[in-house]
T-cell receptor, first 112, second 113 residues
Framework: QKEVEQNSGPLSVPEGAIASLNCTYS??????FFWYRQYSGKSPELIMF????GDKEDGRFTAQLNKASQYVSLLIRDSQPSDSATYLC????????????FGTGTSLTVIP | DTAVSQTPKYLVTQMGNDKSIKCEQN?????MYWYKQDSKKFLKIMFS???????INETVPNRFSPKSPDKAHLNLHINSLELGDSAVYFC????????????FGSGTRLTVV
């Protein structure tokens, strides 16, 4: 099984707060982890990827990976109304040749 | 300059018709995919081609037939359309082994009436 689980939300945070998005995956050998942002009516766009345990920061975004717990998260600091979107977690299990398995996405609303 | 382009963007058709969606990428990628996104936003893999060869064929009705004339193009033909085929279909591409993620096309919203 290659399941990727996310809380569907909706998650609401006030402007300026930290938004925390979580994702768990079932295949322990998974190697690559991605976060995509999808605005309503638009295509998914890559915002972060992470391969190693620990934190990876890019501007206001931080991806956190814990392979032992099979858990990957995305933190958005100083949330802005423009961050309101659906966030999709994607995982590449081993021996799948780059194939992504997506979670169902978490809908985030940042309230001004 | 569009990296992954899909046509048409919108497609409204009656049940029983046959339709095609086209996808082209100019990124030099060698692997292309078709995903179906349902109303709950779940992205499900349908097919994948690497250098024109089919490498992933998930459990999809055989009314769906992909075709890759070259590694820059991947088309999707759907026969005998059903109401349940209504969804957004995304094309995506990547360079196999690069692990830098997919680039998605803008999507085709298919509505079967």
């Amino acid at each position: 099984q290659k399941e990727v689980e996310q809380n569907s939300g909706p998650l609401s945070v006030p402007e300026g707060a930290i938004a925390s998005l979580n994702c768990t995956y079932s295949d322990r050998g998974s190697q690559s982890f991605f976060w995509y942002r999808q605005y309503s009516g638009k295509s998914p766009e890559l915002i972060m990827f992470i391969y190693s345990n620990g934190d990876k920061e890019d501007g206001r975004f931080t991806a956190q990976l814990n392979k032992a717990s099979q858990y990957v998260s995305l933190l958005i600091r100083d949330s802005q109304p423009s961050d309101s979107a659906t966030y999709l977690c994607a995982v590449t299990p081993p021996n799948t040749g780059n194939q992504f398995y997506f979670g169902t996405g978490t809908s985030l609303t940042v309230i001004p | 300059d569009t990296a992954v382009s899909q046509t048409p963007k919108y497609l409204v058709t009656q049940m029983g018709n046959d339709k095609s969606i086209k996808c082209e990428q100019n990124l030099g990628h060698d692997t292309m995919y078709w995903y179906k996104q349902d109303s709950k936003k779940f992205l499900k893999i349908m097919f994948s081609y690497n250098n024109k060869e089919l490498i992933i064929n998930e459990t999809v009705p055989n009314r769906f037939s992909p075709k890759s004339p070259d590694k820059a193009h991947l088309n999707l033909h759907i026969n005998s359309l059903e109401l349940g085929d209504s969804a957004v279909y995304f094309c995506a591409s990547t360079l196999r082994g690069s692990y830098y993620g997919y680039t998605f096309g803008s999507g085709t919203r298919l509505t079967v009436v």
